[in-house]
C-alpha cells in the first residue's frame, strides 16, 4: 500500500522522531545520493518561497530531479469533481493528470489553499485526496488545510533549543495575531497537532470563540495531550497565556463562523490588533523563544525587536524545512543514511 504524507496524524510520532533524526543528519551532511535517479513533481496551485525552494533544492542535493507545476498558470487548469461536466476552464481532470505524473514521477507534492467559500467543502482537502486516490505513488502535503512539513520544522528547531527530544512539561502559547486579510488554519491546525504529540502543555489563545480552530484539529490535539501526558486548553486571556511560557508560536486564522463572509469579519478581526506579538507580552514568559512560520508582517503579527530577537528562532525553523522535507522523500522513495 503506498504511503502518503498529508496529515501527520496519519503517522506515529515514533516515525515522525525517526524523520526527524534523519534530518539532523542531514543537516551535518547534506550532499547524499539517497534519491540518485529518482524524479519528484511538485504541483503548486498557490505561490510559494520557503516551500518551492527547499523542494527543488533538497531533492537536487540527494541526485533527484524535480520539476515545478503551476496548473492554471504553465500547467492546464485540473478538474477535481467526479462525474463533472467539463465545459468550463479546466483542461483534464485529476484521474488522468495524477495517473501521469504517477507514471512519470516517483514522488508528488501537492500545495493547494482551500477557496475561502465554504469551509464545509474545503475541509474535505479534496485536492491533495484526490491526486493520493488516483497518483500510485506517494504524495506529499506541501500546505493545503494543515502544513505537516511545517510541524516536523518546528518540531525540530524546538529540539535543537531546548537540546532534548524530550518537550514533556514545556508550557507552548499558539497564539493568534492580526492580519489585514482573512488566513488558512493550516499552519495553527498543525502547530495544535505536533505540539500535544510532543507532550507539551499547549495554550490556544484566540480573541474568543469564534476564532477556536475546526472540531476536527481540537479533537485531535485534546486526544494528543491526553495519549502524551500533555494537556490542551484555550485561553482568551492575554496575560495568562503568556505568564511562564516557554515557547510562543504566532499565526493569524481566519474565524471559521465568517468562513467566506470577510466584510462580517473584519470589524473583528480589527478590534484586536493588540494581540500582536511585542517585548511586553514575551516579557511575562519563562523567556520562552518565539516562532513563526513565515511569512510574517513585521509590527503586525509580530514587532521586529521579537521578530529579531536572540530567542526568535523564524530562520532556524524555516531553515529545517530544506532537512525535515529531504528525510520525508528519502523515507518514501528512498534509501536512509
Known amino acids: 500500500m ?3 504524507f498529508i496529515t501527520t496524524q496519519d503517522w506515529s510520532f515514533g516515525d515522525l522522531s525517526a524523520l526527524i533524526d534523519h534530518a539532523v543528519r542531514l543537516k551535518e551532511r547534506p550532499i547524499q545520493p539517497l534519491l540518485a535517479g529518482r524524479t519528484v513533481a511538485l504541483v503548486f496551485f498557490n505561490p510559494s ?7 527543488e533544492i533538497g531533492a537536487w542535493q540527494m541526485g533527484a530531479h524535480a520539476v515545478v507545476l503551476e496548473p492554471g498558470g504553465a500547467a492546464w487548469p485540473i478538474e477535481f469533481a467526479d462525474g463533472a461536466i467539463m465545459d468550463g476552464v479546466a483542461e483534464e481532470h485529476v484521474r ?4 501521469v505524473l504517477g507514471r512519470y514521477c516517483d514522488l508528488i507534492a501537492v500545495r493547494c489553499f482551500p477557496k475561502f467559500r465554504d469551509w464545509s467543502v474545503d475541509r474535505e482537502d479534496t485536492v491533495i485526496r484526490a491526486f493520493a486516490a488516483h497518483a500510485g505513488v506517494p504524495v506529499v502535503n506541501m500546505e493545503t488545510i494543515t502544513h505537516p512539513c511545517q510541524e516536523l520544522a518546528h518540531l525540530m528547531a524546538l529540539r535543537e533549543h531546548f537540546g532534548t527530544d524530550d518537550l514533556g512539561g514545556k508550557k507552548y502559547v499558539l497564539t493568534w495575531t492580526y492580519h ?36 476536527r484539529y481540537m479533537d485531535a490535539a485534546a486526544r494528543n495531550a491526553a495519549d502524551s501526558g500533555g494537556s490542551f486548553t484555550v485561553s482568551h486571556d492575554i496575560e495568562s497565556a503568556y505568564s511562564g511560557a516557554d515557547v510562543v508560536y504566532a499565526k493569524s486564522w481566519g474565524a471559521i463562523p465568517f468562513y467566506g463572509r470577510w466584510e462580517d469579519e473584519k470589524p473583528i478581526r480589527d478590534a484586536n490588533r493588540h494581540f500582536i506579538v511585542d517585548e511586553q507580552k514575551m516579557a511575562l514568559t519563562n523567556n520562552a523563544v518565539f516562532s513563526h512560520c513565515l511569512p510574517a508582517r513585521r509590527n503586525i503579527k509580530a514587532t521586529d525587536a521579537v521578530m529579531d530577537s536572540p530567542g526568535s528562532l523564524i530562520i532556524e525553523e524555516a531553515a529545517n524545512r530544506l532537512h525535515v522535507q529531504k528525510a520525508l522523500m528519502a523515507s518514501l522513495i528512498g534509501g536512509q543514511n
Open 2 to 4: 503506498t504511503r502518503h
Open 180 to 215: 489585514p486579510k482573512p488566513l488558512n488554519t493550516a499552519v495553527a491546525n498543525s502547530a495544535a497537532m505536533i505540539a500535544t504529540r510532543a507532550g507539551m502543555d499547549v495554550t490556544l489563545l484566540c480573541p474568543d470563540e469564534r476564532f477556536l480552530l475546526d472540531e
Open 49 to 55: 518561497l520557503r516551500t518551492r525552494a527547499s523542494f
Open 96 to 99: 488522468e493528470a495524477a495517473r
